[in-house]
Structures are given as structure tokens and as C-alpha cells.
């Protein structure tokens, strides 16, 4: 079987997200995945886009320390209600309670991506966000869904490529955005260096 994007150099995928990890594979990237463990704290008066880009340059960071001559790929997805940043709930109570608010709304989703290579004194950071909209969902069917454990691993409590499809009335702009990596954009940055054959 033929891969569609052919590699000029490994990568290393600095993320434990299994949706990143399939992208990459689907793609046909040469790729290795080494998960950046890094303290995700939002700085006082720091924006949300400043945030997620601070941390995928941070996660990539980490990385290099290890491999300064390997080509790095970090990424990071918040979903944001009003400036306000909802992470991956810790109960389902929590996951309840993050829907509600999206509930009727539009919210958006920013996903910061940072390519880094010390050695060749490259550090590229592309930052994509995209506006979704949710329907006014009943309190019943968002409880039925929690229940389903889908939300319990995912940014924002929902998955718009499982289950919590049926949420979201609309989107403007990046689909793949809000799954989790800005196919796109990722492939630009790649091309750009050199890192995948056009």
C-alpha cells in the first residue's frame, strides 16, 4: 500500500494523543511518538492563544533537550468559552457541567503546533483556530453522553469525531482542528522544511 506524504527525515511526535498518532500514521510520516511531560498551568492575565502556543513551544522543548538534532512536532488543543479555558473534566459531573456551558453557544478551539530542531536553529509555530457551534442541547442527552466515557479523556468534555458529533450544529474552519492537529497547517509547516516530499 502506497503512503500518501513521503518523509525526508524522522519525526518526533512530542504527544500522547492517540488521534495525533493516527493522523501521523494515515499520513505515512516517518514518525516515532516520545510524550512531552510538562506542567500545564495558564499564567495569570495570559491569554488563551498565548497559552496554547506557550505550551507547544514548552512541550517541544522538553524534547529537544534529549534529541537537539531531531525534528520535533509539539502540539497543544484548548477549547475556550469566552476566554475561559475548559480542560479535560475529572468527573463526569465535571463533564456535565463544561456541556451545559457549551450548550447553545459557540465556542472556539485553538491548537498551537511547534516544529523544532535546535541544531538547525529552527523553532516554526503555527497557530489555528477554529468556531464551533453547538445546538441548545437537552440536559438529558448530554447526561446519556457522559455516560458513554467519551468525554472523560477529551478537551472541552466531547469528541467531535465520535459520539459528540451529534452536538455540533456548525463549524468554521479547521475540522481536523478540533479533533486535535490542524492537518493542513501541519503539512505546510512540513513542506516548508523540507520534512515531507511535495
Known amino acids: 500500500m502506497s503512503t500518501l506524504f513521503s518523509s525526508t527525515s524522522e519525526i518526533i511526535l512530542a504527544s500522547g494523543s492517540p488521534r495525533r498518532h493516527t493522523y501521523f500514521s494515515d499520513l505515512g510520516f ?6 512531552a511531560d510538562i506542567v500545564e498551568q495558564r499564567k495569570a492575565d495570559e491569554s488563551a492563544k498565548s497559552y ?10 522538553v524534547i529537544t533537550e534529549d534529541y537537539p538534532a531531531s525534528w520535533i512536532i509539539a502540539a497543544d488543543t484548548v477549547v475556550c468559552l469566552d476566554d475561559s479555558v475548559l480542560g479535560k473534566p475529572d468527573a463526569p459531573e465535571d463533564a456535565v457541567k463544561a456541556l451545559l456551558l457549551l450548550s447553545g453557544r459557540e465556542h472556539a478551539v485553538h491548537t498551537a503546533v511547534c516544529l ?6 529552527v523553532r ?13 442541547v437537552p440536559v438529558e442527552a448530554i447526561q446519556r453522553y457522559v455516560v458513554t466515557g467519551e468525554p472523560m479523556d477529551k478537551a472541552g468534555s466531547y469528541g467531535i469525531q465520535g459520539m459528540g458529533a451529534f ?16 492537518l493542513c497547517e501541519v503539512i505546510e509547516l512540513l513542506m516548508r522544511h523540507e520534512l515531507i516530499r511535495k
Not at 30 to 35: E, Q
Not at 52 to 61: C, F, G, M
Not at 116 to 121: C, I, P, R, T
Open 167 to 182: 452536538l455540533v450544529r456548525e463549524i468554521r474552519g479547521s475540522y481536523s482542528n478540533v479533533v486535535g492537529l490542524p
Open 116 to 121: 523544532q530542531n535546535v541544531q538547525e536553529d
Open 124 to 136: 516554526d509555530v503555527v497557530l489555528v483556530t477554529t468556531a464551533v457551534q453547538f445546538w441548545d
Open 52 to 61: 496554547v502556543r506557550r505550551l507547544a513551544q514548552e512541550k517541544a522543548s
Open 30 to 35: 516517518s514518525f516515532r511518538v516520545i510524550p
